[in-house]
């Protein structure tokens, strides 16, 4: 079932907090050893799931298991896990020292009794008495200046914390986790409150620490450098569901969506189409890919800035077969310079070394397998649990939008008393009606403000695809519009939303003729 | 230029300082004079200088006797309350117990009743349930106190108890605290401040009241307190004096015990004292 050397195994976790799904459903196996990453925005539910690991939270579903062994609902002081907290958690009252040593004071060790002789003691069934004893204050002195001496801290040992730096506080909160050698070693966000520079060390040094320790790491980040850094294996988290697995390199070069591309580094993304065999159409120009998706399947493609190959050109060519811009950006990056060029509607991000000036006319090339294309999350808003209210108006999570009702059935009309009637005169009550609405992305408008459409909602992430955004609008209600924008929003910003009835496609669930009214 | 700055400086601080007089006039009214009182009839008698008062109050061991019963009542009423008071403060601050801070008000509430009334009221609930200041007038005196008192722990406790940081528990667990040890370990080191506090806010007035022990023993239990208003209602005001000092430098011991517990623990917001 389990992989042979997998050590932590998370089995369709789900956690409902405040009647939220913070986590839902999801499966992990993390090998032994690894450095692992956790990476989404806030509140995608990386923190909880760390939290679950630990055993601070017990999942409303689902089931842990610590090396095939079933931990779920196991508290966190049976755990072989320790967790590097995200504002550190030191004891304010005790010393660098006692900090350090709290967990190996609280340690018993199981100890063979021997009598004065040195002879083993045994019980009545003649097997050796073994007792639970403290560790000796020996054996804590060298696993404290053992574990210091790992994070650089040898001469602070009796120092109060409050006289530390944040760096320093941050290594006296990893000595005093993996003094215990752990199983698990998690991490919580460990390095955010640390400036850019400190950051840095600490990653390399965190990495180190893995090496030489040889325990399993559990990273949780939002920085997508840190995770690209550090880890053996990322896992993207997105709305409380992993979006995606996989080595470093993988989740870079390969994303799943557009959403993962887009955390994950900085990218141009693209609504496309499949052109031909190979071949894919966006930016207005035909590339050569290596991808192979079916033939004018929509598609979203996602370029790397760096990737992108410039090439001056002398005067504005009309020629079909190459791909030209205009630069209209122009920004100093140090190693680099980056360019944001204007290809008729859209423009693409560009990373340069080579010095060019606004206004110069660039010829874009891109290599066959740089181009990465993905399937497309979404052409159009299902709502599968939509239903038909009184008033002929179509809910979808409650929220009533005004509707055709008529598209049910060909040629029918309504009648004064909001009956459908159908050409052949059958009179229909759709009240409870059950139906599946559809909505295209670019048929639902975003109002600024609350109550000026028909729904409000929150903006919860928005995709920038080179000519426009998609913005995805979460409902009071928890209902998730997509919508396709030339308009520039913020996230967490408050909206209305507004559906004009003729944009809303509706299919009736079963058939019509149970709501005939006789 | 800058002189004249300097020079508005100081006129405004002169200016300012006026309203410091009112505030000045009243601590040496009231407490600086008041003191100097206590001590000069301390330490004389019939004006002349003298030690008879502090040579009677060391011999008898019937006074001695007193200050030490009215301590063990003191300690008593303070371990009583904080029995009570600890867990509750803990349920109180806590949201997953308590949501509103009507509960909070209620039990603080018998501090805005008049003291004496509340006295009163105490003796004769007690009466009603059985518990007869006559008969076990040391039990109906505790009952009083830590009923009085009960207040000044809870407050203390519950403001140091919103601000516990529970991450420190949650670490504690994590590295092996049972629930018991998390307890021993990172939640009571925390209250600190609010357990001295709350020691001081009992111990202190509990060591000098003489009206709780009044009214519910029936003039059974005499506290120190007591002790001292029955000499100076003898007129004996050169010894009353002398027990009244002796009383303000167990009180200043004390506080100057919660300073030094306080010293390096920042903010102390928390603190009443």
Redesign the interface.
Known sequence: MEKENCIISLQGVSKIFDGQTVVDNISLDITKGEFVTILGPSGCGKTMTLRMIAGFEIPSEGKILLNGEDITKIPPYKRPINTVFQRYALFPYLDVYDNVAFGLKLKKIPVPQVDKKGNPILDKNGEQVIKMKHLSPKDIDQKVARALRIVDLEELEDRDISTLSGGQQQRVAIARAIVNEPEILLLDEPLGALDLKMRKEMQLELKDMHKKLGITFIYVTHDQEEALTMSDTIVVMKGGNIEQVGSPMDIYNEPRNAYVANFIGESNIYGGTMTAKLKVRFLNHVFDCVDDFPVNEKVDVVVRPEDVILTKIEGKKDQKDICQGVITEKIFKGVHFEYLVEVGKSEITVQDTRNREIGDIVKIDIEPDNIHIMKVDLTVNTFLDAWIDKENRVRISEQPFDVDVTQLLPNSTLDEEGYLIAANGKKYDLNDADVIAEVGLSNIEIIDGYDNGQCNGVIVSIIYKGDHYQIMVRTDEEEEFVVDTMYSWNENDLVSISIKPEDIKLTIKGDIAKYEVQ | MKSNKKKEAKKTRRFFSVFGIPYAVFLILFIIIPILIIVYYAFTENGQFSISAAASFFTSWAKWKVLLISMFVALQTTIICLLIGYPLAYFLANKKFNKNTVLVTLFIAPMWINFVLRTGATRDLLTWIGVKGGRMPYFATLVGMVYNYLPFVILPLYSTMLKL?K??M?????????PF??FI??LA??T?PGIVSATLMTFMPTMSSYVISDVLSENMITLFGNYINTEFGLGSWNTASFMAMIMLLIVGISLFINLKFNKDK?GGRTQLW
């Not at chain 2, 949650?170 to 049972?178: K, Q, V």
């Open positions: 940081d991450s420190l949650e670490a504690a667990s994590d590295l092996g605290a049972n040890q998390v370990k990172a080191p925390q600190i920042e």
